[in-house]
T-cell receptor, first 110, second 110 residues
Framework: DGGITQSPKYLFRKEGQNVTLSCEQN?????MYWYRQDPGQGLRLIYYSQIVNDFQKGDIAEGYSVSREKKESFPLTVTSAQKNPTAFYLCASSELDEQFFGPGTRLTVL | SQQGEEDPQALSIQEGENATMNCSYKTSINNLQWYRQNSGRGLVHLILIRSNEREKHSGRLRVTLDTSKKSSSLLITASRAADTASYFC??????????FGTGTKLQVIP
């Protein structure tokens, strides 16, 4: 069963804590992406990676960090520097133009 | 920044009616894609239209592209309650990198 998995589905954290969101794909795609979605809004690009061991900042990278040590995995860390982290986070991967999305992680900061 | 803007922001129709939503964008593109998002879920790719194409069909979906007006439309014919979702257009801004619009929220009333 091929696809993208994200975990956990719901995540709660206290202010000042770092938290890491998992994204794994078994589609053998080179490119992977992290997006943030706020209520009633579109998707904004946080970071993307076109190949292992390489990644670029998107439009709203401040307060976030990523790594791409393996082709299958692209974890996102939401640091305490992110001022308003409560949002829905979506991971995606692509080979050509079409992007395949995971089910998302809803992060709430208490 | 978001290149695509969908119109209308929200649309409510009766089952069996057609639904039309529009997307306008600002800069030249190689292709334009439409995605669907059910509430609280990831996005699902619907259809891609390239800049040298004017119209494309997939099942009950019909997409048009007018590059001179920098606009696209998505028509869903004979709508069903299961079509209730948000619909986003996405335009490519660089190789394997797209930007998403703000979405149209469609409600199909049984």
């Amino acid at each position: 069963d091929g696809g993208i998995t994200q975990s956990p589905k719901y995540l709660f954290r206290k202010e000042g804590q770092n938290v890491t969101l998992s994204c794994e794909q078994n589609l053998n795609h080179d490119a992977m992406y992290w997006y943030r979605q706020d209520p009633g809004q579109g998707l904004r690009l946080i970071y993307y990676s076109q190949i292992v061991n390489d990644f670029q900042k998107g439009d709203i990278a401040e307060g976030y960090s990523v790594s791409r040590e393996k082709k299958e995995s692209f974890p996102l860390t939401v640091t305490s520097a992110q001022k308003n982290p409560t949002a829905f986070y979506l991971c995606a991967s692509s080979e050509l133009d079409e992007q395949f999305f995971g089910p998302g992680t809803r992060l709430t900061v208490l | 920044s978001q290149q695509g803007e969908e119109d209308p922001q929200a649309l409510s129709i009766q089952e069996g009616e057609n639904a039309t939503m529009n997307c306008s964008y600002k800069t030249s593109i190689n292709n334009l894609q439409w995605y669907r998002q059910n509430s609280g879920r990831g996005l699902v790719h619907l259809i891609l239209i390239r800049s040298n194409e004017r119209e494309k069909h997939s099942g009950r979906l019909r997409v048009t592209l007018d590059t001179s007006k920098k606009s696209s439309s998505l028509l869903i014919t004979a709508s069903r309650a299961a079509d209730t979702a948000s619909y986003f257009c996405a335009t490519d801004i660089a190789r394997q990198k797209v930007t998403f619009g703000t979405g149209t929220k469609l409600q199909v009333i049984p």
